[in-house]
């Protein structure tokens, strides 16, 4: 008989451990591409487009560079600040894509000749000199993304929109906080993010 009862408490335990790993693998209710089209409501912009490539291509840039930045710093704190680009980035791209799907609005495969020159002069740089680059050339993008990402979140009618401007506006937050923390943010990087704000 206890043989007979472990056995049976064996097999109870070893079908509900079974059920929990199956019921993980399933989407939760509310998730995937069909949950998203349904709760995806409001017309997509002009601006909105626009959002959804600069949100794409910005992540086909920094990804790289914050790879750069483990092999060619010099400074712990650049590192920390590419770890933190590649983190933000990856789950951003990973965003964008998904609603650029469920939207229908296609977004391209590629960084601007601008950004990949970008990625060309870190790639040339090490030490000290990369360090400068490396902060100046993002912490002047993020600051220029970061006013549009306000004007998207505050006007798109679009859910998914909105929900990804929310979502780049805290990774972008992030990214900054990360650059002025390197101690590397210079006047003139600032000057150049504010001549571009419309007076």
């Known amino acids: 008989m206890a043989v007979i009862a472990t056995v049976s408490v064996w097999l109870a335990q070893r079908n ?18 069909a949950a998203r089209q349904a709760g995806n409501t409001g017309a997509v912009t002009a601006l909105d487009k626009t959002f959804l490539t600069k949100v794409r291509q910005a992540g086909l840039w920094e990804m790289p560079a914050g790879r750069l930045a483990q092999t060619h710093a010099s400074s712990e704190a650049i590192k920390r600040a590419g770890m933190h680009l590649l983190d933000g980035h990856s789950k951003l791209d990973e965003l964008a894509r998904e609603d650029s799907e469920a939207l229908n609005v296609p977004i391209p495969d590629q960084a601007t000749a601008e950004q990949q020159g970008w990625v060309d002069q870190l790639k040339n740089a090490r030490g000290r000199a990369f360090d400068q680059l490396f902060v100046d050339l993002l912490r002047a993008s993020h600051g220029k993304i970061f006013i549009t990402i306000g004007e998207v979140r505050a006007t798109t009618k679009n859910s998914l929109i909105r929900r990804l401007a929310t979502q780049t506006n805290n990774t972008v937050q992030d990214h900054m906080d990360v650059l002025e923390d390197t101690g590397l943010v ?8 504010a001549s571009t704000i419309p007076k």
């Open 16 to 33: 509900s451990s079974a059920n929990e790993s199956v019921s993980a693998e399933l989407p939760a209710a509310g998730t995937g591409s």
């Open 186 to 193: 210079t006047d003139a990087t600032l000057d150049d993010v």
